[in-house]
């Protein structure tokens, strides 16, 4: 159901959210969505037809997806004045007519009509309102728990690959579609250092040579919340920004809880992006680009994706070594 006296016209998922059962909600709103709305059909054809490439380091690799419709999300303009300038198309009366969602609280799911999973969705909030993580990270939480059937939950900070930084949003994709998610007990082993083991939440610290990331594993959803709040706090002492750089991944599989995997961002996009002429990449690093499918708009700057280049761009946006053992240093001293 949609605000407003907008309804979802399908019985059956109307039954599934009665139910609770949101992910199978989700993947009937989408396959009605690509009945009623021809933008969100056209999206999806597109996947068939793009191209990818595995390229493999030490014990984890990276998908290169040429996908043309993400050259809007990819190329978009952040800065302040033109966010400003525009209408945000995820509050309610500036969204196509033909699109429809289901509540969830204080947000609505929607059907992403520029894809990169198979099965791709917007989490907005009702309220048009910054795009921030603090005191939102138990939404996230919730949404990774209620879509663990079929997805993983990821939030884009506001620097850092959000499309619209000042409307706060979630997004899901379908599991196991990025590598990370079937490579991180291989990325801990080989490259991680556990920072802490108490109260049945595990914080590890991982440099596999291209990304920085802390981890967070728990079951207990108000130890998770203490101990991202303390990692806010301490990562915030080192930014003038709103918001630290970050992206975060989040599952939830029950019996085991949550995994909480935070990237750590120095950059928005590399110094490439800015060049002109050939030499310029159409290449703007989010969640799911840290994750490992990197998403690339344009086919000659697919064609110049190697591993040099995946190693310099992920190193020159991801924090320096120097902030990254500090941060490691405090956070093992977490009570």
């Not at 690799?61 to 952040?78: G, H, L």
């Not at 059937?149 to 979630?170: E, I, M």
């Not at 250092?193 to 049945?200: A, H, K, T, V, Y």
């Amino acid at each position: 159901m949609t605000e407003m006296g907008k309804t979802i016209n399908d019985q059956q998922i109307n039954d599934l959210t009665e139910q609770n059962n949101f992910s199978e909600a989700a993947k009937n709103l989408l396959e009605r969505q690509k009945k009623t709305w021809q933008i969100l059909k056209s999206g999806y054809n597109s996947l068939n037809s793009i191209k990818t490439k595995r390229i493999n380091f030490d014990g984890f690799s990276f998908v290169v997806q040429f996908n043309p419709s993400r050259y809007i999300s990819s190329s978009a303009k952040v800065d302040d004045k033109s966010i400003n300038d525009r209408n945000c198309f995820l509050c309610l009366e500036n969204r196509p007519k033909e699109q429809e969602g289901i509540m969830l609280n204080d947000y609505i799911l929607l059907g992403n009509p520029f894809p990169i999973f198979p099965e791709h969705f917007t989490i907005a909030n009702k309220k048009h309102k910054a795009q921030r993580i603090q005191n939102n990270f138990e939404d996230l939480l919730f949404f990774s728990k209620l879509l663990s059937k079929f997805y993983t939950v990821f939030y884009n900070g506001p620097q850092c690959g959000a499309s619209a930084p000042d409307h706060l949003h979630f997004q899901a994709g379908s599991k196991n579609m990025m590598p990370l998610d079937n490579e991180y007990d291989k990325i801990i082993n080989k490259y991680g250092e556990i920072l802490s083991d108490r109260n049945d939440c595990k914080i590890f610290g991982i440099d596999d040579g291209l990304r920085k990331i802390i981890s967070i594993e728990g079951r207990e959803e108000k130890r998770l919340l203490n101990v991202f709040n303390s990692f806010y706090k301490e990562y915030s002492s080192h930014s003038d920004l709103d918001e630290p750089m970050m992206n975060i991944l989040c599952l939830y599989q029950k019996g085991k809880g949550w995994r909480v995997v935070i990237m750590l961002r120095a950059k928005h996009r590399p110094k490439e992006f800015y060049k002109e002429g050939s030499e310029k990449l159409i290449f703007s690093p989010a969640a799911c680009d840290y994750g490992g499918l990197c998403i690339i708009p344009l086919e000659k700057d697919f064609n110049r994706f190697d591993k040099d280049l995946l190693n310099n761009i992920f190193n020159e946006t991801s924090i320096v070594d120097l902030d990254f053992q500090l941060l490691k240093e405090k956070l093992k001293s977490l009570k």
